[in-house]
């Protein structure tokens, strides 16, 4: 079973997710995650997510560590720091939905946006690199050497025109 644990250094509070587990007569634990100083952790879905992906045989309830690590950012740091983590949470939120906006805008304008150099010279160095591993002198199969060849000519005559 994993839990939050904490370390105290100087003035601060550094939590870590641990494991603790027996190996024959003694207790282990084995950090799986550090989470930087307490008063700014903050638990989030994609974490669990690496976290199951990575030690898939340890048990994570989400909801006992999340209650764990507000109840030591509570009693260690106060309320007052741990309000300003959640002020952080919601801040960082905004940004993130921000930056998934602008992504989006990008990407629907993208075509119209770069210069059709810049993707020429894109199209250069991507194939130059795939010519390294995929050239038949250098171990590479010449099938894929001809699809590469074929798709480099293909993409410089679509963006030629817009030139």
């Known amino acids: 079973m994993a839990y939050i644990r904490t370390k105290t250094r100087g003035d601060h509070h550094y939590a870590y997710i641990v494991h ?3 190996e024959g007569e003694t207790v282990r634990q084995k950090t799986l ?14 974490l669990f997510y690496l976290l199951k992906h990575d030690h898939p045989d340890i048990d994570f309830d989400e909801e006992k ?4 690590l507000i109840k030591k ?3 260690l740091c106060g309320w007052s720091e741990h309000a300003s983590a959640m002020r952080d949470e919601k801040e960082a939120d905004r940004l993130n939905e921000l ?8 990407l629907s304008t ?3 946006e770069i210069d059709a150099v810049t993707v020429l010279e894109i199209i250069e160095a991507g194939y130059r690199k795939l010519a390294r591993e995929w050239h038949p002198d250098a171990g590479g ?14 993409l410089e005559t679509l963006f030629a025109k817009e030139r």
């Open 65 to 68: 560590l999340r209650a764990s």
């Open 141 to 154: 199969d010449s099938e894929d050497m001809v699809r590469l060849n074929t798709a480099k000519a293909h």
């Open 99 to 106: 930056f998934a906006e602008a992504k989006r805008k990008t």
């Open 110 to 112: 993208a075509r119209q």
């Open 20 to 22: 603790g587990f027996r």
């Open 33 to 46: 995650l550090y989470l930087g100083r307490l008063s700014r952790c903050v638990l989030r879905d994609p």
């Open 73 to 75: 950012q509570k009693d």
